[in-house]
């Protein structure tokens, strides 16, 4: 064996006796770790939940506005929708004893829900004011047009022989009501002038949410109008309307 290697070998030898382990040994137990306690987790409350049975959800709205509106009487063809910001309940008023000149009425009225109750936040009586003789003519509610309801309201009448009928467009604002487009829908000149003049009835088509619509008018010509989004409204392209009014 050379003495390199001799030296190597008593090297491993003495390393081993180092670390060996008397006959007897028994390793020491571990001392227990305390175990981390879990903090219980509270059961959620309940979240106050409404009535399924739309009836009864429009019964408890009602029961928390005012019943009467003025002069107005309601027509029954009440709205209760679920707005982004909360329950809105919307309803229809008409004056039966009006005269030519006074509108129908859309009252909206902001509400929070409170277990199977309502609380009424805040009133907008006039949320929309069209028509004649004490009326709108028709009314509906809408998700096409913008991230919140729409209230699509139509109201005319004649005045000296001359026919005009409105759309307004009134978004839902969790701020209040607010007034986005008003279109002349139908025009009809034929009780003032001799010749009867040109007469149009538009329908509001193509519309694309927040960006625009068309309106696509029929009658002595065909023709289009197309609105698009400017800030907080829809304002019609090249600024003015074919339909001049009476």
Sequence with gaps: MTLRLAAAVALLAALSACNALPDDYQPKPKKAQPTARATPIAEPSPVPTMPADNSARLAAARAVVPATLDSYVFDGDDKLIDAPFGPVLLRHGHNPDAGHSEPGVIAAYYL???????????????????GSFGNLTRWSVSGAFTDLPVVVVEGGGTWQGCTVGLTDLIELRPIGPAVIASITTTFDPSGMTEDGGEAYTGTITDVRRDRGFTVRYKGTDSFAERYVRRGNRFVIEGGESRITGC
């Design 112 to 130: 929070r829900a409170e277990g199977e109750r309502f609380v009424l936040v805040n009133s907008y009586p006039d949320a929309a004011v069209s």
